[in-house]
């Protein structure tokens, strides 16, 4: 009797050993670059790709707290960021954007 009440405790743990739990984790990994300020009739580039053309009416702006701010889907990481007016330099800045996150970079009014 005891030895069947050991085999039958013994395979009771080793089932309980054997058996495995699996999770599942989503990463939204997508932030946004938000541009303000004076942000018009210049030309944004990330990482020396091509550059973005921003222009009234060329890109969807919206408001927050009385600014005109427009957002970009940006990937997480560092990146390269040039803002380019009449081939001036006015925005040279290395970024670093985590998951959901919204970096905001003010455009100055020269």
Not at 27 to 55: C, H, K, M, R, Y
């Amino acid at each position: 009797m005891s030895r069947k009440i050991l085999v039958v405790f013994m395979a009771i743990i080793l089932a309980g050993c054997s058996s495995s739990y699996n999770s599942v984790t989503q990463v939204n990994d997508t932030a946004f670059l938000q541009l303000s300020g004076n942000f018009f009739d210049t030309q944004l580039s990330i990482d020396n790709e091509s550059p973005i053309t921003l222009s009234e009416g060329s890109i969807e702006t919206f408001k927050i707290d009385d600014k005109v701010v427009v957002k970009f889907p940006i990937s997480t990481g560092k990146h390269n960021l040039k803002v380019v007016r009449r081939g001036e330099i006015i925005v040279n800045r290395i970024i670093y954007v985590t998951n959901s996150n919204i970096f905001e970079v003010k455009v100055p009014w020269k």
